[in-house]
């Protein structure tokens, strides 16, 4: 393991996982042997895991952290600026994510500074709905910038919990010319592409109906009351950059 830092790493990617300590170590396996030396995983623990054994068996062996319960949102946000700020780039990834493609991060980030100047998100295909990305270009396993992060005060908005960011990445891309899709890199997302296995404990609470609405409460109050401001910020900040 290499320690985290600006001077070593210039994508670090963040997974939140839950009860799910097998599938982790297949993704893992999958982004070690597809990134690039200058980007780095951090895992995310929850101390009442009732899975936390099973983790704690191989887990020392990678970045990461054991602290309290938090939302998707809570983790994302808490890494990336209480933990790793200024780091040039992030990624969110699940541990039902499986990298398919060889030096994604290089391809992705080069794609996102060519295509929007960092601005937005980067994604590439995760294979659901019939690998057809187009159909609701909704981001997957999605990039982002600090300068991004730092401009608007969040990565996702705080009033989130662990569904919608996908909807908001769309939205905020779309806004501001910066939803960029690289059909070249495939990052799989199992549990939509069909992995075979019956819905676990994590899909049945997270895309609950119940867990749905409050996504798009969330997304309403962001409309209503944050977009405008992060739109205008991120003019000022592009404009500032020329």
Same mark, same amino acid.
């Given at each position: 393991?290499?320690?985290?830092? @600006?001077?070593? %790493?210039?994508?670090?990617?963040?997974?939140?996982? &839950? #009860? #799910? @300590? %097998?599938m982790l170590i297949d993704m893992l396996k999958t982004h070690y042997t597809t990134r690039s030396d200058d980007t780095q995983i951090l895992i995310y623990l929850h101390d009442d895991d009732p899975y936390l054994d099973g983790y704690k068996k191989y887990i020392n062996d990678h970045n990461h952290i054991i602290d309290r319960h938090r939302n998707m949102q809570e983790v994302i946000n808490h890494v990336v600026f209480d933990l790793y700020p200024n780091i040039e780039y992030y990624q969110i990834i699940c541990d039902d994510h499986l990298y398919r493609t060889r030096m994604w991060d290089k391809i992705l980030v080069n794609r996102f500074v060519e295509k929007s100047n960092g601005w937005g998100f980067c994604c590439g295909r995760d294979l659901i709905n019939g690998d057809n990305w187009h159909m609701f270009q909704h981001p997957s396993a999605e990039i982002w910038s600090w300068k991004m992060a730092k401009t608007l005060g969040y990565v996702y908005p705080r009033k989130f919990e662990h569904q919608g960011f996908d909807y908001y990445a769309k939205d905020l891309g779309l806004s501001?010319?910066?939803? /960029? &899709?690289? @059909?070249? /890199? /495939?990052?799989?997302?199992l549990w939509y592409a069909g992995c075979g296995k019956e819905p676990d404990e994590n899909i049945k609470e997270k895309y609950s109906d119940e867990a749905y609405k409050r996504a798009m409460r969330a997304l309403d109050y962001w409309k209503s009351n944050e977009k405008s401001i992060a739109l205008k910020n991120i003019k000022k900040a592009r404009m500032e950059e020329l």
């Open positions: 393991m290499l320690k985290i830092s @600006p001077d070593n %790493t210039k994508l670090l990617s963040i997974c939140c996982t &839950f #009860r #799910r @300590p %097998t501001i010319n910066g939803l /960029v &899709f690289v @059909p070249e /890199v /495939v990052i799989e997302h």
